[in-house]
């Protein structure tokens, strides 16, 4: 079993737990989360993401933050291995609860159930009659009903 650690800036990544452990509360012992505080030294809060990791107690653990190159991923960065511990960066809900359904797969499996769960969690939804629901129309003298 892998464990997940979210590293953002605060509030997200406390934020982000609490919405996976409304959907998943068995798993609050394999998701932890690193809020970064405004001007925190990048050295404290590593030493935070280290203390973490360790009472996570899983043999692997993927790490999620929210914006590359910003200084919760910089301090992810230099937190990871690349072996056992693995690094993606622009963390989203769609991404996290993907990784919590599959955090018993390899960690390499999980880093591209990440990424699939990613993109296939950003949608463009379109602004139209829900399906098998007919749309009133108003101008429509004949009061016949157009579903698109």
């Known amino acids: 079993m892998n464990g997940i650690l979210i590293v953002a800036h605060a509030p997200l990544a406390s934020a982000l737990r609490s919405c996976v452990l409304h959907v998943f509360p068995d798993s609050a012992n394999a998701v932890s989360a690193l809020d970064v505080l405004p001007n925190a030294p990048p050295e404290e809060s590593l030493a935070q993401a280290r203390v973490l990791v360790k009472q996570l107690d899983t043999p692997q653990v993927l790490v999620l933050t929210d914006v590359f190159g910003a200084t919760p991923c910089n301090v992810a960065h230099k937190l990871v291995d690349g072996v056992r511990s693995k690094l993606i960066a622009g963390v989203n809900l769609p991404m996290l609860l993907r990784t919590v359904s599959y955090r ?7 880093v591209s159930r990440a990424m699939i769960g990613a993109t296939q969690g950003v949608i463009q939804v379109a602004v ?10 108003t101008h429509d003298q004949d009061h016949r009903d157009h579903q698109q």
Do not use: K, V, Y
């Open 104 to 110: 018993h797969e390899s960690l390499d499996a999980l």
């Open 128 to 137: 139209t009659a829900p399906q098998n629901q007919a749309r009133r129309q």
